[in-house]
């Protein structure tokens, strides 16, 4: 038998960049590759990218530097080691990342992965091979299926895409030149692949899609289904116990989106809704086609279909422009919602998008004083959600054993950590837990239904789960 190689991959930025990375890993499984977790090992890298801020598109070259290398190290040794680089920026600089990097064999980006195996033989043979072209073709009839063991070792919890690209043109977004333009998976091909995570111990499915809430896919019926019409579906695949979405965009909330979270257990209570900033003046510079009024809005109809609905959102401090009371009106937007948790950015001008050419720029000193304001407004929110939790009974669905010796962690519908003293039995399953206390974001508690705690014995597989 021919000895398998080995592939080590290493992923940047948004969650769909992390199932790309295990379409990757499935589709060279089908090649003879295995992966492995040390790069110094491996006959194929490959960098999966994130073009989204400076700094996370600056990475992948300190990273290359380091690949350059361990590339080198392997010729030593009399074994050839090829280099790629795939994702968003691989999409946006193309042939570039070769003449800044030329150590690297092979760019190919979001859209034309499933061409990888042609890219390596290509590599192989001509030296490089590039591909960054839109191609007509779904890639996703391309791709191998993962293996059940493949699933399995990937956890209970599982991303799915169902929608990619972008239409919106925010002014500071890479994502419609990097991703392309918006796409939805026919339903029954999202249906077939949720069946086998399901029948292969996946719980939880997150449906991801730059702009999710767009999803638009060709139903059994030859109908456009919307994502609320799809969630209605999934709900029903036997094994599935709850169905999260991501990323969604204001204006794209729909009824039928609504009533998911009105009429199905299954969709959780927490939405993930980026707003950007809280002045009509900079979400209208933004290009973000709703105003703060119609955001509130949204929210609102979602806490009418349940009223234990949570939130979190995206930030951008410092857009071109922003000045003072802007950025007033953004923390008063925060302390008029109240969220969960957020995440929050200091405007980064991408190369290409129209905000990159605006004047008005603020000064570092300014982002920064206001970034530090925003995060420690969203930290103390947080905190005070987190609290809230103490001395309830709450659902966690059990995930992988944790990095203390006995504990099992798992996932609140809020997507906080929670940890208990259990059985490794208990992984894959929802159960009651008793919330005592918390550490830092960690929610610690004791199953509500003690037959389940039994075992302290440390289990010895650890799954990881993305982002
Ligand atoms: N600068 C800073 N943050 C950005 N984001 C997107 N583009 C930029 C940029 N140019 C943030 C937005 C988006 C999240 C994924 O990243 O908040 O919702
Ligand atoms: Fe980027 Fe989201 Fe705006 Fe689309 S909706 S352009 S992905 S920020």
Same mark, same amino acid.
């Given at each position: 038998?021919?000895?398998?190689?080995?592939?080590?991959?290493?992923?940047?930025?948004?969650?769909?960049?992390?199932?790309?990375?295990?379409?990757?890993?499935?589709?060279?499984?089908?090649?003879?590759?295995?992966?492995?977790?040390?790069?110094?090992?491996?006959?194929?890298?490959?960098?999966?990218?994130?073009?989204?801020?400076?700094?996370?598109?600056?990475?992948?070259?300190?990273?290359?530097?380091?690949?350059?290398?361990?590339?080198?190290?392997?010729?030593?040794?009399?074994?050839?080691?090829?280099?790629?680089?795939?994702?968003?920026?691989?999409?946006?600089?193309?042939?570039?990342?070769?003449?800044?990097?030329?150590? !690297?064999?092979?760019?190919?980006?979001?859209?034309?992965?499933?061409?990888?195996?042609?890219?390596?033989?290509?590599?192989?043979?001509?030296?490089?091979?590039?591909?960054?072209?839109?191609?007509?073709?779904?890639?996703?009839?391309?791709?191998?299926?993962?293996?059940?063991?493949?699933?399995?070792?990937?956890?209970?919890?599982?991303?799915?895409?169902?929608?990619?690209?972008?239409?919106?043109?925010?002014?500071?977004?890479?994502?419609?030149?990097?991703?392309?333009?918006?796409?939805?998976?026919?339903?029954?091909?999202?249906?077939?692949?949720?069946?086998?995570?399901?029948?292969?111990?996946?719980?939880?499915?997150?449906?991801?899609?730059?702009?999710?809430?767009?999803?638009?896919?060709?139903?059994?019926?030859?109908?456009?289904?919307?994502?609320?019409?799809?969630?209605?579906?999934?709900?029903?695949?036997?094994?599935?116990?709850?169905?999260?979405?991501?990323?969604?965009?204001?204006?794209?909330?729909?009824?039928?989106?609504?009533?998911?979270?009105?009429?199905?257990?299954?969709?959780?209570?927490?939405?993930?809704?980026? !707003?950007?900033?809280?002045?009509?003046?900079?979400?209208?510079?933004?290009?973000?086609?709703?105003?703060?009024?119609?955001?509130?809005?949204?929210?609102?109809?979602?806490?009418?279909?349940?009223?234990?609905?949570?939130?979190?959102?995206?930030?951008?401090?410092?857009?071109?422009?922003?000045?003072?009371?802007?950025?007033?009106?953004?923390?008063?937007?925060?302390?008029?919602?109240?969220?969960?948790?957020?995440?929050?950015?200091?405007?980064?001008?991408?190369?290409?998008?129209?905000?990159?050419?605006?004047?008005?720029?603020?000064?570092?000193?300014?982002?920064?004083?206001?970034?530090?304001?925003?995060?420690?407004?969203?930290?103390?929110?947080?905190?005070?959600?987190?609290?809230?939790?103490?001395?309830?009974?709450?659902?966690?669905?059990?995930?992988?054993?944790?990095?203390?010796?006995?504990?099992?962690?798992?996932?609140?519908?809020?997507?906080?950590?929670?940890?208990?003293?259990?059985?490794?039995?208990?992984?894959?399953?929802?159960?009651?837990?008793?919330?005592?206390?918390?550490?830092?974001?960690?929610?610690?508690?004791?199953?509500?239904?003690?037959?389940?705690?039994?075992?302290?014995?440390?289990?010895?597989?650890? !799954?990881?789960?993305?982002?």
């Amino acid at each position: 038998m021919k000895t398998p190689r080995k592939l080590h991959i290493k992923s940047y930025g948004c969650q769909m960049n992390v199932y790309d990375a295990q379409r990757m890993v499935d589709t060279l499984a089908r090649e003879g590759f295995v992966e492995t977790a040390r790069a110094e090992d491996a006959d194929l890298v490959i960098l999966n990218t994130c073009h989204i801020r400076e700094k996370a598109s600056e990475k992948v070259y300190s990273e290359l530097g380091r690949m350059r290398l361990a590339k080198e190290e392997a010729a030593r040794d009399g074994r050839e080691m090829r280099i790629a680089v795939a994702g968003c920026v691989a999409q946006a600089e193309g042939e570039e990342i070769i003449h800044r990097a030329p150590a !690297v064999d092979i760019v190919v980006g979001p859209q034309s992965y499933h061409h990888l195996p042609q890219l390596l033989a290509r590599a192989e043979r001509d030296g490089k091979a590039i591909e960054t072209e839109f191609p007509t073709e779904d890639k996703f009839t391309f791709l191998a299926e993962p293996k059940p063991a493949a699933i399995r070792a990937r956890g209970v919890s599982a991303f799915v895409t169902v929608q990619e690209g972008c239409d919106k043109f925010c002014t500071f977004c890479v994502v419609p030149y990097t991703r392309g333009a918006e796409v939805s998976r026919p339903v029954e091909k999202i249906v077939d692949d949720v069946k086998r995570l399901a029948d292969n111990g996946v719980r939880e499915l997150t449906l991801i899609g730059q702009n999710v809430n767009a999803y638009h896919g060709e139903g059994p019926d030859g109908r456009s289904w919307a994502l609320g019409k799809l969630l209605h579906r999934l709900a029903d695949v036997p094994g599935i116990a709850r169905l999260r979405y991501s990323t969604s965009h204001p204006r794209d909330v729909d009824d039928s989106l609504i009533s998911a979270h009105r009429d199905l257990p299954a969709v959780m209570p927490f939405v993930h809704l980026p !707003v950007q900033s809280g002045s009509d003046r900079i979400l209208a510079a933004m290009n973000r086609k709703h105003t703060v009024r119609e955001y509130h809005d949204a929210i609102e109809r979602f806490r009418k279909a349940r009223q234990d609905i949570a939130f979190s959102s995206d930030f951008i401090v410092g857009f071109p422009g922003e000045s003072k009371q802007d950025f007033a009106a953004t923390l008063a937007l925060v302390t008029q919602i109240g969220y969960a948790a957020a995440y929050s950015f200091k405007y980064s001008p991408r190369p290409g998008t129209p905000a990159a050419e605006m004047q008005e720029t603020v000064s570092a000193a300014d982002m920064d004083e206001r970034l530090v304001r925003l995060q420690e407004l969203i930290d103390s929110q947080q905190s005070a959600f987190n609290r809230a939790a103490i001395g309830t009974t709450v659902d966690v669905l059990f995930e992988r054993a944790a990095r203390n010796p006995g504990q099992i962690v798992g996932r609140t519908a809020y997507l906080q950590p929670a940890h208990v003293m259990a059985s490794p039995d208990i992984i894959g399953e929802i159960l009651p837990v008793k919330i005592k206390s918390l550490e830092r974001y960690s929610l610690l508690g004791e199953l509500a239904s003690p037959e389940f705690s039994r075992g302290t014995a440390p289990a010895a597989s650890s !799954v990881s789960i993305g982002a």
